[in-house]
């Protein structure tokens, strides 16, 4: 509908990213310092929700350059809204049990991914049948519904802000306070296995989310699925992984052995990817 080019099209991805290099590190000080994780979490929410109505009413407009802005928005928030979480998540929860926690945070938002990857298409084509035609106006219109999930997780921000100043009350517990104080130079006392762990992260998902986001294009051409076919293949990664993230978690709390679950997942990975490339096997095996 906007007859964008593939370079344009990653592009709205490499704008969600870019702010991210930096802040979701001076996301972590603000919450830590500034903000309080309640504040916080509520501030990256409300930017989430600006960046896709922004992003919406660029597609709305036939403006690409207004949903670029958009997605830098809506990076601003999205990502430092994970750190927010994962704060609530160290906070109250201790221990091993903290990688089942995880787990599940993964798990649904990997289930917002599948549902948002096979839905959007059927509600691009009920506002096209309710409109008559196609275009930057149907896709427009579809984007703003889609957003409706994100005042949900506004809500759910707000909720969570209450019922956290209600438990800390209840509990007599001083959120956050650990008697630390941070300071952004505390980033070079930071040790060589966690540099290594930021080296696989980037790595790694260097390799997983531009194929994700041009998956459904490579599969219709290389392997001639259906635009239905192609979605459904190309959402079967957060699939698996929604129930599958619990799971290994609790296993990893069960077995520890960390590195060697990294090692393997890189590995399984790997083979997929060259699975993909060089052969023609039926991609649900790759995928």
Known sequence: DMRVNTAQFMALY????????VLCFFGGFLI????GIRLGT??????????????????LFNTFWLMEVGRFIFGIGGESLAVAQNTYAVSWFKGKELNLVFGLQLSMARIGSTVNMNIMGWIYSRVQDLL??????TLGLALLIGGVTCLFSLSCALILAYLDRRA?????????????????????????SLWLIFVICVCYYAAVFPFIGLGKVFFIEKFRFS??????INSIVYIISAPMSP?????VDKVGKNIIWVLCA?????ASHIMLAFTFWNPWIAM
């Open 227 to 232: 635009p239905q076919e192609a979605s459904a």
């Open 266 to 270: 890189v590995v399984t990975t790997l």
């Open 42 to 59: 509520v501030i990256f929410s409300i930017f989430v929700c600006v960046g896709q109505v922004v992003f919406a009413l660029g597609a």
């Open 14 to 21: 490499a704008w969600y990213s870019w702010p991210n290099v």
């Open 132 to 137: 008559g035609y196609a275009g930057p106006s």
């Open 247 to 251: 799971v290994f978690g609790l296993l």
């Open 168 to 192: 800390e009350k209840l509990l007599c517990k001083e959120q956050g306070k650990t008697g630390e104080v941070i300071k952004l130079t505390d980033v070079k006392d930071f040790s060589l």
């Open 32 to 35: 830590d310092r500034v903000f």
